[in-house]
């Protein structure tokens, strides 16, 4: 019987020191770093009545995010990435350049017209989660801003008479920035950006306004450990 009892000890000894290597080796100080990727549906706000898009407006961004948690749990933190933006509008106001000056007028009868930015974005993001250092699967409201520095703007529109491309057009302002938002859960959250300045400076008119659109965009980001 002496034995079993010893069997039965040893046996719950080894569980014991088991248990205790698991935990000896979980990362308390974790961090959510990340790769990132967005897909969007992008959304001009504030056209002229007679501005319209038309067919998809797409865009698609990816880059990392440094997390630096603010408590012992690690459920809230800052998270602050560097990033590489692709974004298309499709829409009917033609930009060309005649004379070294930029004309905006409104397009018709053509068959492309498209507008479309690269840059560089700096995402800064107050964050909360409800994650564990052995809880990979988590809810998360991320809430921030984003700088972005347009490094390349090009204009492109076709019709019968043949294609115009316009490059670089002074009259963007090329520093954008705006208020993000990404919830969801695990993998898988719903992304919305608003831009807080316009796409164009004061100066650009459109039918005698100030052409004062702003930038939405809509669609998922997924967070990738």
């Given at each position: 019987?002496?034995?079993?009892?010893?069997?039965?000890?040893?046996?719950?000894?080894?569980?014991?020191?088991?248990?205790?290597?698991?935990?000896?080796?979980?990362?308390?100080?974790?961090?959510?770093?990340?790769?990132?990727?967005?897909?969007?549906?992008?959304i001009l706000?504030?056209?002229?009545?007679?501005?319209?898009?038309?067919?998809?407006?797409?865009?698609?961004?990816?880059g990392?995010?440094?997390?630096?948690p603010?408590?012992?749990?690690?459920?809230?933190?800052?998270?602050?990435?560097?990033?590489?933006?692709?974004?298309?509008?499709?829409?009917?106001?033609?930009?060309?350049?005649?004379?070294?000056?930029t004309?905006?007028?409104?397009?018709?009868?053509?068959?492309?017209?498209?507008?479309?930015?690269?840059?560089?974005?700096?995402?800064?993001?107050?964050?909360?989660?409800?994650?564990?250092?052995?809880?990979?699967?988590?809810?998360?409201?991320?809430?921030?801003?984003?700088?972005?520095?347009?490094?390349?703007?090009?204009?492109k529109?076709?019709?019968?008479?043949?294609?115009?491309?316009?490059?670089?057009i002074?009259?963007?302002?090329?520093?954008?920035?705006?208020i993000?938002?990404?919830?969801?859960?695990?993998?898988?959250?719903?992304?919305?950006?608003?831009?807080?300045?316009?796409?164009?400076?004061?100066?650009?008119?459109?039918?005698?306004e100030?052409?004062?659109?702003?930038?939405?965009?809509?669609?998922?980001?997924?967070?990738?450990?």
């Open positions: 019987m002496g034995k079993y009892f010893f069997l039965i000890f040893f046996f719950f000894g080894l569980i014991k020191i088991e248990a205790q290597t698991k935990i000896d080796t979980v990362d308390l100080k974790y961090l959510e770093d990340q790769i990132y990727v967005s897909l969007t549906y992008n706000t504030n056209k002229p009545k007679d501005i319209s898009q038309n067919g998809f407006s797409g865009g698609i961004s990816v990392f995010i440094k997390d630096i603010f408590n012992s749990k690690r459920n809230y933190g800052l998270g602050i990435g560097l990033g590489y933006a692709y974004n298309a509008a499709i829409q009917n106001l033609k930009i060309s350049r005649e004379n070294k000056q004309v905006f007028e409104l397009a018709q009868d053509y068959d492309t017209n498209r507008l479309v930015m690269h840059s560089l974005e700096l995402p800064i993001e107050i964050r909360w989660r409800n994650s564990t250092p052995v809880k990979y699967r988590f809810w998360r409201i991320y809430g921030g801003f984003k700088f972005s520095y347009l490094f390349s703007i090009k204009s529109y076709e019709d019968t008479n043949g294609i115009i491309t316009t490059k670089n002074p009259e963007f302002n090329k520093l954008q920035y705006g993000t938002l990404a919830t969801g859960y695990s993998t898988w959250n719903i992304y919305l950006y608003y831009g807080l300045n316009t796409l164009f400076k004061d100066t650009v008119k459109f039918e005698n100030n052409l004062k659109l702003n930038e939405f965009n809509v669609g998922l980001k997924f967070y990738i450990m």
